[in-house]
């Protein structure tokens, strides 16, 4: 890899979201918006919510709509690893895809939560039924 670009990954629980070159990496911490260069020291970071924003090898901007994460920039290497994350090419169309895949997800963790909260009054019924025993 060329000393200017740096290998960016987006992790998320599930699968490797992206793996690319990048020139520049910008992202929201805590203490607000920062931007990583190949040179800059190694750094990490905790993620709020919001968008990634990084240049790849030929100049031309990504963004990355991401819930709160961790940065880690190690040598040429800047990893971000987070619970859920959406790639696009334009800020309209990574809208629409936050809408449509965080609308989802969320879905799918209710119906997961409901289950959970079931099996556990169940083992806490069980439970109580062995104390009376």
Do not use: C, N, W
């Not at 919510?49 to 920039?73: C, N, P, S, W």
């Not at 609308?103 to 069980?126: C, I, P, Y």
């Amino acid at each position: 890899m060329h000393d200017d670009l740096m290998e960016l990954r987006v992790l998320t629980p599930g699968r490797e979201l992206m793996k690319i070159a990048a020139r520049r990496v910008q992202a929201v911490g805590i203490d607000g918006s920062f931007g990583l260069l190949a040179r800059h020291v190694d750094v990490a970071a905790p993620l709020t919510a919001g968008v990634v924003t990084f240049e790849d090898d030929t100049g031309r901007e990504h963004y990355v709509a991401i819930d709160q994460g961790t940065l880690l920039k190690l040598d040429g290497k800047v990893t971000i690893a987070v619970h859920r994350a959406v790639a696009g090419e334009h800020l309209e169309q990574l809208a629409e895809l936050v809408e449509r895949e965080f609308k989802s997800l969320d879905k799918h963790e209710r119906e997961a939560q409901r289950a959970l909260a079931h099996l556990e009054a169940g083992f806490v019924r069980h439970f109580l039924e062995l104390e009376e025993h």
